[in-house]
């Protein structure tokens, strides 16, 4: 099974909305930060959100406004729900988690296996 499950592309119009959210498993422990990245063809991936367990978020400036990321520490899941996309958005979305799968093991970075997120009319 993998340890992060992302959920919620898809294909919508411009000025549409749309939520993603990702899932980590109980074998991530100590999860400090989660958030989400996206890759365009040919560009280099680029943060979009992140959230860390305080509470605290960052955005790149590209989305400001329009997306807000979530997180649930409960249940150690995180989402972005994105409002007025636009066709510069069309991206394949992964996630992203900063934990440890055993308390002894030093923390690192978890991906999703991306979600594809597709807007045009």
């Known amino acids: 099974q993998a340890q992060l499950v992302e959920s919620g592309g898809g294909l919508v119009q411009p000025g549409g909305s749309l939520r993603l959210s990702c899932a980590a498993s109980?074998?991530?422990?100590?999860?400090?930060?989660m958030g989400w990245y996206r890759q365009a063809p040919g560009k280099q991936r680029e943060l979009v959100a992140t959230?860390?367990?305080?509470?605290?978020?960052d955005y790149a400036d590209s989305v400001k406004g329009r997306f807000t990321i979530s997180r649930d520490n409960a249940k150690n899941t995180v989402s972005l729900q994105m409002n007025n996309l636009k066709p510069e958005d069309t991206a394949v979305y992964y996630c992203?988690?900063?934990?440890?799968?055993?308390?002894?093991?030093?923390?690192?970075?978890?991906w999703g296996q991306g979600t594809q997120v597709t807007v045009s009319s």
């Open positions: 992203n988690v900063k934990g440890r799968a055993r308390p002894t093991f030093p923390t690192r970075d978890y």
């Open positions: 109980v074998s991530i422990f100590s999860i400090t930060a």
């Open positions: 959230v860390a367990s305080s509470g605290s978020t």
